[in-house]
């Protein structure tokens, strides 16, 4: 692939994450708020962005929602994103949990905003480094 190409891929996934963080945002702000959608969409926007960074790296991954993995293979390239990534990995947790019929409970609005957060400052320094803009 041509750098153009992957940046192009890149720029792909960020844009994914960037729909994922917005659709978390439209969640919690539905009446009444749906939580165990909008943490679904936040794991989801954090890992297409680690996902386009370790794309801009040629880095391959398999198919995963383990933000922790992701975050290690991010590290190589990036180390000073350690603290934020290491924030950001009990996220993963929302790509399962809540997801199906039967779930005793949803999560806490007030833990979903804090995710959503964290998940846009993961998208926002991925941009920063993809070259894109910030959500």
Same mark, same amino acid.
């Given at each position: 692939?041509?750098?153009?190409?992957?940046?192009?891929?890149?720029?792909?996934?960020?844009?994914?994450?960037?729909?994922?963080?917005?659709?978390?945002?439209?969640?919690?702000?539905?009446?009444?708020?749906?939580?165990? &959608?909008?943490?679904?969409?936040?794991?989801?926007?954090?890992?297409?962005?680690?996902?386009?960074?370790?794309?801009?790296?040629?880095?391959?991954?398999?198919?995963?929602?383990?933000?922790?993995?992701?975050?290690?293979?991010?590290?190589?390239?990036?180390?000073?994103?350690? &603290?934020?990534?290491?924030?950001?990995?009990?996220?993963?947790?929302?790509?399962?949990?809540?997801?199906?019929?039967?779930?005793?409970?949803?999560?806490?609005?007030?833990?979903? %905003?804090?995710?959503?957060? %964290?998940?846009?400052?993961?998208?926002?320094?991925?941009?920063?480094?993809?070259?894109?803009?910030?959500?």
């Amino acid at each position: 692939m041509s750098h153009d190409e992957v940046t192009e891929e890149a720029d792909a996934w960020l844009s994914r994450g960037r729909n994922d963080l917005r659709a978390a945002r439209v969640l919690l702000a539905a009446d009444p708020p749906l939580p165990g &959608d909008a943490a679904f969409h936040c794991q989801q926007a954090a890992e297409k962005a680690l996902k386009a960074l370790l794309t801009l790296h040629r880095h391959p991954f398999p198919k995963t929602h383990d933000l922790g993995m992701l975050a290690a293979a991010c590290l190589e390239y990036e180390p000073g994103l350690h &603290d934020l990534l290491r924030t950001a990995a009990p996220l993963t947790e929302y790509a399962w949990r809540f997801r199906s019929p039967g779930d005793l409970f949803a999560p806490p609005v007030d833990e979903v %905003i804090d995710a959503t957060g %964290i998940a846009a400052e993961v998208v926002a320094k991925v941009a920063s480094r993809v070259g894109g803009a910030t959500p």
